[in-house]
């Protein structure tokens, strides 16, 4: 079993920076790989960055550069650091894991995760 529990969103205009953190409790086994992954109004769920225990860290192509994800395991916290944000990057973000995919799986198959925080929202405005 496994909890997730995102918080760090909220309101900022463009060009900002936010931190979101994923607080883990559970078994860690079940967090071989995590990302986060954003839903904007009207639009499907989609994947924005993942990592895994192998140390590999993929980006979708629209935030290379801007966002880095990162772990810190002793502190069981997912984090999503995001810089020169654009209004596009509104939506709500969510903290996933999953106990066997690699970060290049997770971050297009997004109903393969198998444990889901309730999200964090994110809104940049112009």
């Known amino acids: 079993h496994l909890q997730l529990v995102e918080s760090g969103g909220g309101s900022v205009q463009a060009g900002g920076s936010l931190r979101l953190s994923c607080a883990i409790s559970?078994?860690?086994?079940?967090?071989?790989?995590m990302g986060w992954f954003r839903q904007a109004p009207g639009q499907e769920r989609e994947g924005v960055a993942t990592?895994?225990?192998?140390?590999?860290?993929i980006y979708a192509d629209s935030v290379k550069g801007r966002f880095t994800i990162s772990r810190d395991n002793t502190n069981r916290i997912l984090y999503l650091q995001m810089h020169s944000l654009k209004p596009e990057d509104t939506a709500m973000y969510y903290c996933?894991?999953?106990?066997?995919?690699?970060?290049?799986?997770?971050?297009?198959?997004?109903?393969?995760?198998?444990?889901w925080g309730k999200g964090t929202l994110v809104t940049i405005s112009s």
């Open positions: 996933a894991a999953d106990p066997e995919m690699t970060a290049i799986q997770a971050l297009g198959a997004v109903a393969g995760m198998d444990y």
């Open positions: 559970g078994d860690l086994a079940n967090t071989a790989c």
């Open positions: 990592t895994d225990f192998g140390g590999s860290k």
